[in-house]
């Protein structure tokens, strides 16, 4: 959550920074601020609400200069205003820093610089690290130093060795006013190299239209960064090289290229992903192959179960890999959310294969629950869309989706390109291990091969989910039912519903709608229905027969004829393997969700109170 950026080099900074802040906008935050050396010393103008709204601040546009830092903020110590706002000084106004995570002693941080005389005007966790820097720039052990730069970075090394939280640290000083000096620790920060210039942010496309070059810092690796060039150090301030990744996104991937919204124009995206995602990785009548792992077969006879761990949508991208992994590996897997499987005692060893998806690579929970599973003595395995995320350079194997930026906070094309790659380390397993039959994998590679263009299909007639959208965007709850895979993925249209949308909906197995769900049907209530797999198609009919009774609304989206059975709407989608027919049934919730957000007139791309990476737990 939040976003960083950091400029240096010889152009104006205002305008970089702030278009950087653009660019992460789908972070989530609530406030927003930039921090420039000018030649009276630092300059800072903040605000709560939209970035640009710093365009209005009276005396920006007279800021000159050309070394700055700025932030998104959201609010975790103290509410939203123009106090709490990044970026914070300290007392003396020598310092400026921006941060990302949460500084959870701050409290007793906060004590000991009253003690010494600091004051405070804010509410904010952040603000006790400039003063921290301060207080060991005059009076610890850096203080006798006389190289006023080795002693800004020892000041700040001296700060951070108090910290407890996670963070994403940029500091400035007019003391050394050609430098930016930047740390982290479990929230992510990426250096783009230039020519001349430098660039610094919390996400890769906040300044992908300037650079595709880029330093990946570690936790616990600061670096201090000029025009010319970036040096970087260890916990000890051992210095040490970096290797310079190039990243290769097109810059106008993250721009809305002509779409009203990034959701929308992700949606659009997903065929070109999934080809993409499914690369060179399998043709058919060759196995899959995987160039970034090298998995045995003596391995994975070893294995007598796989975890799947993630949060939210990602984690329901799991559920459906589940059902592949089971299906064609014969081997036990379950999925676990990832902020519950930390803290439950997961019987883990080293027969253990866990599998941890992010989008971003930087979701604090997994990354915590990935490394409680190597502590363990099992193998980990990641799934992100960040090359140099902390998640994959955390696991011992990585895979990656290539669905470019992701924009808009309510995920869509991720998904689609996780479970497409879900299904084909599903298939390389069990060709590895000889757990299925050939002609069933290949037919399952016939069917991925022919899904870009079925949902080109769905996307190319999309009037009818509209026309229900238009009907029920007034209600106030809906209800989404499946059985066994189209189950899986009814939660997460629910979820996109929840999202974008701030309508309650609930997802629940068709089979337990007598258990409870169905005192919940009355007159009016919308209820959506999955059918996609061909030996459930009478079942699950019967139940939404039930809430017809009941006077339900009803929408079903499926792939199989169906009986006339009075529903209110249906959306036929093309048939394809029921393994992977989530791909396919998810789009039409994912436009229901978007056009209903759009008829209540919500922002759509940034749904209130959420943030595309969530780096803190």
Known sequence: MCGIVGYIGNQKATPILIDGLLSLEYRGYDSAGIATIEKDGIQVMKDKGRVKNLYELEGINNLMGTVGIAHTRWATHGKPSKENSHPHMDNSGK????????????????????????????????????????????????????????????????????????????AISPICPDE????????????????????????????????????????????????????????????????????????????????????????????????????????????????????????????????????????????????????LCKINTEVDIASEFRYRDPLIDEHTLCIYISQSGETADTIAALKLAKSKGAKTLAISNVIGSSITREADYSIYTHAGPEIAVASTKAYTSQVVLIAILAMYFAEVLGSCEKDEIETLKNDMIDLPAKIEQILDN???????????????????????????????????????????????????????????????????GIITNPKLVEKSISNMQEVITRGAKTLIITNQILPNSHFDSVINIPETNPLISPILSVIPMQLLSYYISKYKGLDVDKPRNLAKSVTVE
């Open 95 to 170: 310092f400026a820093v921006v941060h990302n995570g949460i500084i959870e002693n701050y409290a007793e941080l906060k004590e000991f610089l009253v003690s010494k005389g600091y004051t405070f005007l804010s509410q904010t966790d952040t603000e006790v690290i400039p003063n921290l820097i301060d207080y060991y720039y005059n009076y610890g052990a850096v203080s006798v130093l006389t190289d006023n730069k080795e002693r800004f970075l020892g000041a700040l090394k001296s700060a951070v060795y108090d910290l407890k939280g996670s963070y994403a640290i940029e």
């Open 180 to 327: 930016i000096i930047v740390v982290r620790k479990d929230s992510p920060l990426v250096i783009g190299k230039g020519n001349g210039e430098n660039y610094i942010a919390s996400d890769i496309p906040a300044i992908l239209k300037y650079t595709k070059d880029f330093y990946l810092l570690e936790d616990n690796e600061f670096a201090v960064v000029t025009r010319e060039n970036v040096r970087f150090f260890d916990n000890s301030l051992e210095e040490h090289n970096k290797a310079l990744k190039n990243i290769d996104w097109d810059a106008n991937a993250a721009g809305k290229d002509g779409y009203e919204d990034y959701m929308l124009k992700e949606i659009f995206e997903q065929p070109t992903a999934i080809r993409e995602t499914i690369g060179s990785r399998f043709r058919l009548g060759e196995k899959c192959s995987f160039d970034d792992i090298e998995i045995t077969k003596e391995y994975l006879s070893t294995i007598n179960k796989i975890y799947i761990v993630a949060c939210g949508t990602a984690m329901h991208a799991g559920l459906v890999g589940k059902n592949l992994i089971e299906k």
């Open 462 to 528: 999309t009037k009818p989910i509209e026309e229900f959208a238009k009907k029920v965007y007034t209600e106030k709850d809906m209800f989404f039912l499946g059985r066994g895979i189209d189950y899986s993925v009814s939660l997460e249209g629910s979820l996109k519903l929840k999202e974008i949308s701030y309508i309650h909906s609930e997802a629940y197995a068709a089979g337990e709608l007598k258990h409870g769900p169905i005192a919940l049907i009355e007159n009016g209530v919308t209820v959506i």
